[in-house]
């Protein structure tokens, strides 16, 4: 299970993500879009060391070095870029929004975020066009992990695992709630009840 940063800050929001680490967090995307190279440094810095190789760089990946990050996500603009960097011992991720750009990747990316599954909470009115339950059934790519985003909450956390999907990946779920460590919590609770 994966759990990717608001966009723009939040109340207590390294707190939280320490707390999420504490709680069993395995991956942790920072893409927070706005950041500069300082900001994005400044942010990684209150992070525990502990944790950073957890984090999963979105942007100014030339500083994931200098923070012992060695995972690094690509958009689907910068995609072409992942080539120079797949010799340097980094692990590396993407986003695609169709099974065919999906069963198209380089399998040096361990794993892609195919959204929206459901209709976003985090982005008003965004929702996929076509079925990608039934697009999933046409997947020839099993080298890369595919992982669910988009509208991704507990009461369907079950029928994305059940139906293909490798993993998934929250943000409105986990930031839009009151309580988002007790939501993670429960998430990652139906996550492993699947996995038994």
Same mark, same amino acid.
């Given at each position: 299970?994966i759990?990717?940063?608001n ?5 207590n929001?390294?707190n ?7 709680? *069993?967090? *395995?991956?942790?995307h920072?893409?927070k879009?706005?950041?500069?190279e ?7 810095h209150q992070?525990?060391q ?15 070095a200098?923070? *012992?990050?060695?995972?690094i996500?690509f958009?689907e ?10 010799s340097?011992n980094k ?5 695609v929004h ?13 794993y892609?975020?195919l959204?929206p599954?459901?209709k ?8 996929s066009e076509t079925d990608?339950?039934?697009?999933l ?9 595919i992982?669910?985003?988009?509208g991704?909450h507990?009461?369907?956390i079950?029928?994305v695992?059940?139906?293909g ?6 943000l *409105?779920?986990?930031?839009n709630h ?19």
């Open positions: 299970m759990v990717i940063t966009p723009s800050a939040i109340a929001e390294i939280l993500i320490h707390s999420l680490f504490e709680e *069993g967090l *395995g991956l942790f920072v893409r879009p706005e950041f500069s300082i900001e994005m440094a400044k942010f990684i992070i525990k502990e944790f950073r190789s957890k984090l999963v760089l979105h942007n100014h990946h030339q500083i994931a200098d923070f *012992g990050i060695d995972r996500h958009s603009k910068e995609r072409k870029k992942a080539s120079e960097i797949s340097e692990i590396i991720s993407t986003s169709s099974i065919e750009a999906f069963n198209a990747l380089n399998p040096n990316f361990e892609a975020f959204s599954v459901f976003s909470i985090s982005k008003q009115n965004y929702a990608l339950f039934e697009a059934k046409s997947r020839t790519n099993f080298k890369t992990k992982v669910a985003l988009g991704i507990p009461e369907n079950q029928k695992l059940k139906n999907f490798d993993d998934i990946a929250l *409105g779920a986990i930031w009151k309580n988002p460590v007790t939501q993670f919590k429960l998430c990652q609770k139906i996550v492993h009840t699947h996995s038994l």
